[in-house]
């Protein structure tokens, strides 16, 4: 006679796989649209799924993570290179060219990342701090010279006692 009872498989390792449900496949999307330096790990544990599956998701979609994460790591010297890329390639005749507008908004903007990167103020408040109070230094001292010269006029007139 043949036995018929069934074999018993063995145990597997480690956790038992969880159900990738569709509602977690699209969570781990949003995070990454919305948090684009988020890491595959941090998605895969916000959405409780595998690392395995947050990558295949995002590759589906044309999310490279991992070279998010190298932009990321090095977006600095990106920018930095690309910055240069642009000025080098302002010409003379580019800059003749341009509006005064554009000319002036573009020196702003200069004397403002100059100011930024070797740690000035950016503030518009400390520049028109000082504005307002060397006007009103100035009113002080332009009343106080009337003042003094009506008096001075007065004196001489004889109208003041």
Same mark, same amino acid.
């Given at each position: 006679?043949?036995?018929?009872?069934? #074999?018993?498989?063995?145990k597997r390792r480690g956790r038992p796989p969880r159900e990738v449900t569709e509602t977690r496949k699209s969570q $781990?999307?949003?995070? $990454?649209?919305?948090?684009?330096?988020?890491?595959?790990?941090?998605?895969?544990?916000?959405?409780?799924?595998?690392?395995?599956? $947050?990558?295949? #998701?995002?590759?589906?979609?044309?999310?490279?993570?991992?070279? #998010?994460?190298?932009? $990321?790591?090095?977006?600095?010297?990106?920018?930095?290179?690309l910055q240069h890329r642009i000025t080098a390639n302002i010409s003379d005749s580019d800059i003749e060219k341009a509006s005064l507008k554009d000319k002036i908004v573009a020196a702003s903007i200069c004397l403002d990342k100059h100011r930024l990167i070797t740690g000035q103020s950016t503030s518009n408040i400390a520049s028109w701090t000082h504005v307002v109070s060397e006007s009103h230094r100035s009113q002080v001292i332009d009343n106080a010279k009337v003042a003094h010269s009506t008096t001075e006029c007065d004196k001489v007139d004889g109208s003041v006692d």
């Open positions: 006679m043949i036995d018929m009872q069934p #074999v018993e498989q063995p $781990a999307l949003q995070i $990454a649209k919305k948090r684009p330096f988020a890491s595959i790990r941090q998605i895969a544990e916000e959405t409780g799924i595998s690392r395995t599956t $947050a990558a295949e #998701v995002l590759a589906k979609y044309k999310i490279n993570k991992q070279e #998010v994460d190298a932009y $990321a790591a090095n977006q600095a010297d990106i920018l930095m290179g």
